[in-house]
């Protein structure tokens, strides 16, 4: 069937309608609209997102959705991912099978430690050449077992593609004509009445074809239906409207073609979400990450996550479905929540749309909610967040008006983003008690101020952030996993301990790790560092989760204190607007828990002014580690697990993120 329109503004009813299709019909396909109800392109640039300057401004238009009309806030956002599976290499070698979630979309920018989210622009481009499988590891010319290329990567500068995978131009209809019709001389109107409906819209471009006269060629669709009048040239012969069109042809005194066995009219090739599936397939099967391809967007943001079940080779038994589930966030219907019971699973071969509007900052997760433990034991879980709005804030504006016209206490009021604690206890961008007068301005990288969440007041600021995952696995589970054998639920226990799917010493190798797999093929499986490189005086955001299925999980910082600021995407902020951040030096989570903490090297953190260029001097090596001893090993290795170091730069360069250079 053909999806026509998922270019165009659509109502959330009909998007749930379209994004459903793919996946009873069991075919791949991937969905990134250009403009949307919320997101208009006639309004905003949907690739990039808008200085915030006030609420979004909204109105009930004719069909009594509520429209956007001014200040169209956020952008649009897609990724697809595959669900299949995988391998990963720990740090003592052992190789380890896995279920999970590998990137079909911003492959470039997720070798280099950044999310795949990416704006339609981005997303919505075709690869230049032919994917190997593999890619973009064989691209970028990683060897197996040659080291050092493995499994340290030679460069990831080769590979630079991040649309998504798979996605390629589709003829959307091609249909027969019954009749085509000029009006007399001197008018070089053409009526065609074809055989079914050709799905047009006025101003696109069809091509006529088999009449063997001055119709055939490539025309502009001036008209739907028939013309009134009729022209006399011209026979009604009776087809609903829908399969009838004008369009001005170049010449006059054309025949009348009627009852033709060759003439018809095509549409030209369009990007409408066809995908090509041996593509998909060559990138997507054993191409399992751990952890799951990093997401990443903004608030006000709409984000279409097309997951694409490619199957599993190393157990062709199993026809396991997947699901997304946003661990803690608030879905725009039931039917994108990922719990089967209530939603949609995927089966092999076939795609699934999820949609969100991103409402609040923070952190959270996402996992496969198909049989739980054992899918996220087996490592289809990772890490999602959601920045504030506040960072969009023009420079020099003062935060707290800021945070005011967000929570609706100006003139305007948008009352997705409002925070009332009278009416919402919930609320996460309560206002400060007190107004500090911070203004927007710049990090200690020369880039603009970033936030963890909309504060008004720059208590959240940071330099450098880091999403750190903490999972934990038991080989013994994953080993009989893909020998076919009983798995033993209640005997699981852990003795891997990760961070973004490394032990230490991984944790502190840059790049992408590449993994053999049983397809011949090296494939980047652990593309997340955890490297943390902090500018002299900055502070490190670090957005921690713990995807543990069995165990709780401790982190500690010798040396730079830790200032917790968020816990399970919520500001530390009681509803009166008191700060109830806390400096510490660990921070406990049990599994499904997330939270924000500063590593701050600023004078701030140790106390007094000028203290921090003495006590996190440039070149300053510092531990991020469990104080929980037997989390520090790989399995019978007395080295290992929740470990990695923390650099103190005189500069970060290449983002403020993962794939940054200490200097």
């Known amino acids: 069937m053909s999806s026509r329109g998922v270019g165009t503004t659509l109502s959330l009813a009909l998007f749930i309608s379209v994004s459903a299709v793919p996946a009873i019909a069991q075919s791949f396909r991937v969905q990134c609209p250009t403009s949307t109800i919320t997101h208009p392109s006639a309004l905003t640039n949907v690739n990039a997102e808008p200085a915030y300057t006030g609420p979004t401004v909204f109105t009930t238009n004719a069909q009594g959705y509520v429209t956007p009309t001014a200040h169209v806030n956020g952008a649009i956002k897609c990724q697809q991912v595959s669900g299949g599976d995988g391998y990963s290499t720990m740090a003592n070698g052992v190789q380890t099978f896995m279920f999970s979630f590998g990137p079909l979309s911003g492959l470039a920018d997720i070798a280099n430690g950044l999310p795949g989210t990416e704006y339609p622009a981005v997303f919505n481009t075709t690869y230049p050449g032919t994917f190997a499988p593999g890619d973009p590891a064989t691209t970028d010319g990683i060897v197996a077992n040659t080291w050092p290329a493995w499994p340290t990567p030679n460069s990831t500068a080769g590979f630079t593609y991040n649309g998504a995978v798979g996605l390629a131009y589709d003829i959307a209809n091609l249909v027969s004509i019954y009749d085509i019709a000029e009006a007399p001389a001197p008018s070089t109107q053409v009526v065609v009445q074809a055989n079914a409906p050709v799905g047009l819209t006025v101003g696109q471009t069809v091509t006529i074809s088999g009449t063997g006269t001055g119709y055939d060629g490539t025309w502009t669709v001036t008209g739907l239906g028939l013309p009134t009048p009729l022209p006399s040239t011209v026979v009604n012969y009776g087809f609903p409207a829908n399969y009838n069109f004008t369009f001005n042809a170049s010449a006059t005194g054309l025949a009348d073609v009627n009852e033709s066995a060759t003439a018809a009219v095509s549409t030209a090739p369009v990007l409408d979400g066809h995908v090509d599936p041996r593509q998909i397939m060559d990138v997507g099967v054993m191409n399992g990450n751990i952890p799951a391809p990093l997401v990443a967007f903004d608030e006000d943001d709409e984000m279409f996550l097309t997951l694409t079940n490619v199957g599993m080779i190393m157990r062709p038994d199993l026809f396991e479905q997947h699901t997304i589930h946003f661990h803690g966030y608030p879905n725009a219907s039931a039917v994108y929540d990922g719990v089967p019971d209530a939603s949609v699973a995927i089966n092999i071969g076939g795609s699934f749309t999820y949609y969100y509007l991103a409402p609040d900052a923070g952190t959270y997760f996402w996992h496969c909610h198909i049989t739980p433990p054992e899918h996220l034991q087996m490592g289809m879980v990772g890490q999602l967040y959601v920045r504030p709005r506040q960072n969009r804030v023009p420079s020099g504006t003062s935060l707290f008006t800021a945070l005011q016209q967000q929570n609706g206490l100006g003139t305007t009021v948008d009352l997705r983003t409002a925070c009332k604690p009278s009416a919402d206890i919930l609320c996460s961008a309560t206002m400060p008690a007190i107004n500090s007068g911070a203004l927007q301005g710049t990090d200690k990288l020369g880039n603009p101020q970033k936030y963890t969440y909309n504060d008004g007041d720059a208590t959240t600021a940071y330099d450098v952030e880091y999403p750190l995952q903490i999972h934990g696995f038991d080989p013994n589970f994953h080993f009989v996993g893909m020998t076919f054998n009983p798995e033993a639920f209640a005997d699981m226990k852990d003795k891997f301990f990760l961070l973004n799917g490394r032990s230490y010493p991984d944790t502190t190798t840059p790049g992408p790790m590449a993994t053999q797999s049983s397809d011949g093929r090296v494939h980047y499986s652990q593309p997340l560092p955890s490297i943390i490189n902090i500018p002299v005086g900055g502070k490190a955001l670090l957005r921690i989760a713990d995807l543990d299925v069995s165990e709780y ?8 204190p830790m200032k917790e600021v968020g816990f399970m995407a919520k500001l530390l902020r009681d509803q009166s607007g008191n700060n109830l951040e806390f400096y510490t030096n660990s921070i ?24 921090a260029a003495t006590m996190y001097p440039a070149g300053s090596t510092f531990y991020l580690y469990t104080p929980n001893l037997d989390h520090l090993s790989n399995d019978q290795e007395n080295f290992g697990g929740l470990m990695t170091e923390v650099h103190i730069c005189n500069s970060v360069t290449g983002g403020n993120t993962y794939g940054n250079t200490c200097n």
């Open 588 to 611: 406990t989570l049990g599994g499904g828990e997330s939270l924000d903490v500063l590593l701050d090297a600023s004078d701030a953190g140790c106390g007094f002014a000028g203290c």
């Open 553 to 560: 999980q401790t982190l500690a910082s010798l040396g730079i």
